[in-house]
């Protein structure tokens, strides 16, 4: 079992005015019928009201804290505003306590600044972009996550994806400076079942396993292949081996390259 460095972190209990209670569904829909199969149990856990817009221009915080939240891999970060509302934001690597950042349409380049991408030199590495300007960023918000400005021209700029694609956004969007906290959360080993159970993971068991009724792959003598063509679910659903993306999405026009097979 292998877990993440949290001496980084400044404080142990979340800001009360800025959490609130989720209600878990454990995989059931509004008619309590399990959609989606293998959720429930875990830890009671409170959500962190997250600001990805920072939408508070010129006026300067100062970060009071670094903290765990529970509903993301990377870490938060408390601001403390010059005008004294206090925000979370999405913490990104070397960020330190006590630092001061600033969301201003062209800030100064510094890791936490939140600026306009077409203010934003190429090469940079940015995260919480937004692909609608105003509605709060939506790329690279996972732990270790990043995005590379490859270049600004008319009114969009391009960017890298971690998995290699390249795409314009709109270039009037918000970008904030640097890396996603945590990126040793991809080294994380579970390492037992129960850690799982912890998150909210209930058992799978295999498809092999089960008897001709229960599952397509079921049934047969001692350990059997799994006698079909295609991959498929317990419906008979196909699931792998074709492409789901539909050629009609209005954001295929604003691919440059796709990533790398």
């Given at each position: 079992?292998?877990?993440?460095?949290?001496?980084?972190?400044?404080?142990?209990?979340?800001?009360?005015?800025?959490?609130?209670?989720?209600?878990?569904?454990?995989?059931?829909?509004?008619?309590?019928?399990?959609?989606?199969?293998?959720?429930?149990?875990?830890?009671?856990?409170?959500?962190?009201?997250?600001?990805?817009?920072?939408?508070?221009?010129?006026?300067?915080?100062?970060?009071?804290?670094?903290?765990?939240?529970?509903?993301?891999?990377?870490?938060?970060?408390?601001?403390?505003?010059?005008?004294?509302?206090?925000?979370?934001?999405?913490?990104?690597?070397?960020?330190?306590?006590?630092?001061?950042i600033v969301a201003a349409p062209a800030a100064p380049l510094k890791v936490g600044n939140r600026l306009q991408l077409k203010h934003i030199?190429?090469?940079?590495?940015?995260?919480?972009?937004?692909?609608?300007?105003?509605?709060?960023?939506?790329?690279?918000?996972?732990?270790?996550?990043?995005?590379?400005?490859?270049?600004?021209?008319?009114?969009?700029?391009?960017?890298?994806?971690?998995?290699?694609?390249?795409?314009?956004?709109?270039?009037?969007?918000?970008?904030?400076?640097?890396?996603?906290?945590?990126?040793?959360?991809?080294?994380?080993?579970?390492?037992?079942?129960?850690?799982?159970?912890?998150?909210?993971?209930?058992?799978?068991?295999?498809?092999?396993?089960?008897?001709?009724?229960?599952?397509?792959?079921?049934?047969?003598?001692?350990?059997?292949?799994?006698?079909?063509?295609?991959?498929?679910?317990?419906?008979?659903?196909?699931?792998?081996?074709?492409?789901?993306?539909?050629?009609?999405?209005?954001?295929?026009?604003?691919?440059?390259?796709?990533?790398?097979?």
């Amino acid at each position: 079992m292998q877990g993440v460095d949290y001496r980084v972190l400044t404080a142990a209990e979340p800001w009360k005015p800025l959490t609130k209670r989720l209600r878990t569904a454990a995989g059931r829909n509004h008619h309590g019928r399990i959609t989606m199969r293998h959720q429930g149990g875990g830890n009671k856990k409170l959500y962190r009201v997250v600001d990805f817009k920072m939408d508070k221009l010129n006026v300067p915080a100062r970060v009071e804290t670094l903290e765990y939240d529970p509903y993301r891999t990377a870490f938060i970060a408390r601001l403390l505003y010059r005008d004294g509302e206090r925000r979370y934001m999405l913490a990104p690597e070397g960020l330190k306590r006590g630092d001061e950042i600033v969301a201003a349409p062209a800030a100064p380049l510094k890791v936490g600044n939140r600026l306009q991408l077409k203010h934003i030199p190429v090469g940079t590495y940015v995260h919480n972009v937004e692909i609608f300007p105003g509605r709060g960023g939506s790329l690279a918000r996972a732990a270790g996550s990043s995005l590379q400005v490859l270049a600004n021209e008319d009114r969009y700029a391009h960017l890298k994806m971690p998995s290699g694609e390249v795409r314009k956004v709109l270039a009037e969007g918000y970008a904030t400076v640097g890396q996603v906290s945590n990126p040793e959360h991809a080294l994380v080993v579970i390492g037992k079942a129960g850690r799982s159970r912890w998150l909210g993971v209930r058992p799978t068991t295999r498809a092999k396993a089960m008897n001709p009724r229960d599952h397509k792959y079921g049934g047969g003598e001692g350990r059997t292949q799994r006698g079909t063509r295609r991959p498929k679910d317990k419906w008979g659903n196909i699931t792998g081996g074709r492409k789901t993306r539909s050629k009609k999405k209005w954001s295929n026009a604003l691919i440059v390259s796709r990533r790398k097979k």
